[in-house]
C-alpha cells in the first residue's frame, strides 16, 4: 500500500495544473522515505488564499495575518519517532500524519521574492510541512532549526530542486 496526499483546491485566484498536485506527491513522499517511514501515511494538503491563511493562522496561532503554510499534526512526536502501523486508521490501513494548508498567494510572491520558481516553493513548502507534521520544529535558532533546515536541503537536493 502507497502513501495517499489528498489534496483540496479552497482558493480560486490561482489554477492548480496536475503537474503541481504530482509534485506535491512527490514532495511529501520524498519527505517520508527520507525518513525512513515505512508505514502507509496520509497526508491532506488544501491550497488556500491570503485570507484563508489568515484567518487560519488567527485561530490557532493568534497571529491575524496571512502565512505560506499551517501544519496540523495528528501526533505530537519529536524527531526520529515515527507512529507505527499500530496507529493506523481500522478502516483504512493508513496512519494519518496530519494537514497542512499552503496559501498560493503567498507562494507566488515568495518564490518571486527568493528569485525562484513557483513549483520549487511550492515543493519547500509542503516538504517544510510534512516535516513538522513528523515532529521537526525551528522555533528556537538553535539545533532544532539547523536539523530542520539540513533535512529540508537534502529533501529539495533529492528532487532536484536544490536553492540556485
Same mark, same amino acid.
Given at each position: 500500500?502507497? $502513501?495517499?496526499?489528498?489534496?483540496t $483546491?479552497?482558493?480560486?485566484?490561482? /489554477?492548480v495544473?496536475?503537474?503541481?498536485?504530482?509534485?506535491?506527491?512527490?514532495?511529501?513522499?520524498?519527505?517520508? =522515505?527520507?525518513?525512513?517511514?515505512?508505514?502507509?501515511?496520509?497526508?491532506?494538503?488544501?491550497?488556500?488564499? $491570503?485570507?484563508?491563511?489568515? =484567518?487560519? $493562522?488567527?485561530?490557532?496561532?493568534?497571529?491575524?495575518?496571512?502565512?505560506?503554510?499551517?501544519?496540523?499534526?495528528?501526533?505530537?512526536?519529536?524527531?526520529?519517532?515515527?507512529?507505527?502501523? =499500530?496507529?493506523?486508521?481500522?478502516?483504512?490501513?493508513?496512519?494519518?500524519?496530519?494537514?497542512?494548508?499552503?496559501?498560493?498567494?503567498?507562494?507566488?510572491?515568495?518564490?518571486?521574492?527568493?528569485?525562484?520558481?513557483?513549483?520549487?516553493?511550492?515543493?519547500?513548502?509542503?516538504?517544510?510541512?510534512?516535516?513538522?507534521?513528523?515532529?521537526?520544529?525551528?522555533?528556537?535558532?538553535?539545533?532544532?532549526?539547523?536539523?530542520?533546515?539540513?533535512?529540508?536541503?537534502?529533501?529539495?537536493?533529492?528532487?532536484?530542486? =536544490?536553492? /540556485?
Amino acid at each position: 500500500m502507497s $502513501n495517499k496526499v489528498l489534496i483540496t $483546491n479552497s482558493q480560486k485566484a490561482i /489554477k492548480v495544473p496536475s503537474g503541481l498536485r504530482i509534485l506535491i506527491r512527490r514532495a511529501c513522499n520524498a519527505v517520508l =522515505e527520507f525518513e525512513h517511514f515505512e508505514a502507509p501515511a496520509e497526508i491532506s494538503v488544501t491550497f488556500v488564499d $491570503n485570507a484563508a491563511i489568515a =484567518e487560519l $493562522n488567527n485561530q490557532y496561532r493568534n497571529k491575524p495575518m496571512p502565512t505560506d503554510v499551517l501544519s496540523f499534526p495528528e501526533f505530537e512526536l519529536t524527531p526520529g519517532q515515527l507512529p507505527g502501523q =499500530e496507529d493506523a486508521d481500522p478502516g483504512t490501513g493508513y496512519v494519518p500524519l496530519g494537514d497542512m494548508a499552503i496559501s498560493l498567494e503567498r507562494v507566488k510572491a515568495q518564490a518571486k521574492e527568493y528569485g525562484h520558481s513557483n513549483r520549487r516553493e511550492l515543493a519547500y513548502l509542503a516538504v517544510h510541512s510534512v516535516l513538522h507534521l513528523l515532529g521537526y520544529d525551528h522555533m528556537d535558532e538553535g539545533q532544532q532549526k539547523a536539523q530542520m533546515r539540513a533535512r529540508e536541503e537534502a529533501i529539495m537536493a533529492a528532487l532536484g530542486l =536544490e536553492r /540556485k
